[in-house]
């Protein structure tokens, strides 16, 4: 079986804009491809997942997202630390496309898309990871029984404090996704 590092998108890979809807807006944070690639060396497959709900909403189409995705993976390619998935759920209940106004399985928290890509990949999640800056990536990491990660940028800081040490429950706090992916693969050589 494999194991794999599960990111989120915004706010952990990507500066959070609130809704990212054109190409020219893919702005990765300047160490997420260090913490991609350090993943990769280490045996971890990597898979990203996103709620999209700016789909459901009526901001960009499932074909502007893939845009967006190819633009991403280029950049990462060119630090050699290229996704090798990249799971999205474009629903949301409250959306104005009708299409994708529904309560899903695959908006996490909902753990769909991981159970996919498990699957699909033949991941041991328990021997697997997440990382996110918020508390719904941190459920969907645990429902899957993976180890869960929250990293202060993006919206992980006021989250961290929101959540205080009880809401954390297990996680680890790190202060963005290169020291989590420190910790996994323990470049850092301590246990937090
Ligand atoms: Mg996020
Ligand atoms: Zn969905």
């Known amino acids: 079986m494999n194991k794999a590092v599960f990111f989120d998108r915004d706010g952990t890979l990507l500066i959070e804009l609130g809704y990212l809807t054109h190409p020219s807006r893919v702005a990765p944070y300047h160490f997420a491809a260090e913490a991609l690639r350090m993943a990769r060396d280490h045996g971890y497959l990597l898979i990203a997942v996103t709620n999209q709900s700016a789909i459901a909403r009526g901001y960009l189409s499932e074909a502007d997202l893939a845009v967006i995705h190819r633009?991403?993976?280029?950049?990462?390619?060119?630090?050699?630390?290229?996704?090798?998935?990249?799971?999205?759920?474009?629903?949301?209940?409250?959306?104005?496309?009708?299409?994708?106004?529904?309560?899903?399985?695959?908006?996490k928290p909902g753990i769909e898309l991981g159970v996919q890509a498990?699957?699909?990949?033949?991941?041991?999640?328990?021997?697997?990871?997440?990382?996110?800056?918020?508390?719904?990536?941190?459920?969907?990491?645990?429902g899957l029984g993976m180890t869960t990660c929250l990293v202060r940028t993006g919206l992980g800081a006021p989250e961290e404090e929101r959540l205080g040490g009880e809401g954390l429950k297990d996680s680890m706090v790190f202060d963005n996704v290169l020291d989590a992916v420190k910790w996994i693969t323990r470049e850092d050589g301590c246990s937090r």
């Open 71 to 107: 633009r991403m993976q280029d950049i990462f390619g060119e630090a050699r630390a290229e996704l090798d998935a990249i799971y999205y759920c474009p629903h949301h209940p409250d959306g104005t496309v009708r299409a994708y106004r529904k309560k899903c399985d695959c908006r």
């Open 118 to 142: 498990a699957r699909k990949f033949d991941i041991d999640l328990k021997g697997s990871f997440l990382i996110g800056d918020k508390e719904t990536d941190l459920l969907f990491g645990s």
